[in-house]
């Protein structure tokens, strides 16, 4: 937890790193979110900037199921869905998407959006922390320079 302390900036994925929808051990979720709930007003407290990064369609629905209240976060940050032909997207290595559903549709990439708010806010990378459970996409931000933690989409972030 000290090294959390280091940090003034949290991004937050929702599906299998805040909320869990693997895990169907009821005892250890409601404990994990309980765990969740208290870090995240831990950093509110601290005056962290939280953010929830995620591709989900409605995270209040996900937030409500796990007693997460939206406006701790600073902002929630939605990927822009955009539709392309997954074969001209290969021609151009500086796109920055990744195929997520099928041949068609693709996201704009969440390090892209980690970058817009680093450039936006003036955030300095050693003081960023994301959390997520895409290898990929853990990898993908690392490379930006930011400090990255991959989640354990059963067990959630080590707390």
């Avoid at 940090?7 to 169907?24: A, E, G, P, Q, W």
């Avoid at 990064?53 to 406006?71: E, H, V």
């Avoid at 099928?102 to 980690?114: E, G, L, Q, S, V």
Wanted: aromatic residues 16%.
């Amino acid at each position: 937890m000290e090294y959390f302390n280091t940090k003034s900036v949290f991004i937050f994925d929702l599906d299998d790193t805040l909320y869990l929808r693997l895990n169907r051990d009821l005892d250890y979720t409601q404990n994990y979110y309980t765990k969740v709930n208290g870090f995240l007003n831990k950093l509110k407290e601290n005056n962290k900037k939280i953010y929830l990064l995620t591709y989900n369609a409605d995270p209040n629905i996900y937030l409500d199921k796990i007693n997460i209240n939206i406006s701790i976060f600073n902002e929630i940050i939605k990927p822009e869905l955009i539709t392309i032909d997954v074969f001209e997207h290969k021609k151009d290595p500086n796109f920055k998407t990744r195929i997520v559903c099928d041949n068609t549709y693709i996201y704009n990439n969440k390090w892209y959006d980690i970058e817009n708010l680093i450039k936006e806010n003036n955030y300095n990378k050693e003081d960023i922390v994301f959390f997520d459970n895409d290898t990929f996409l853990v990898n993908k931000v690392k490379e930006l320079n930011v400090d990255s933690i991959l989640v354990d989409p059963f067990k959630g972030i080590k707390l």
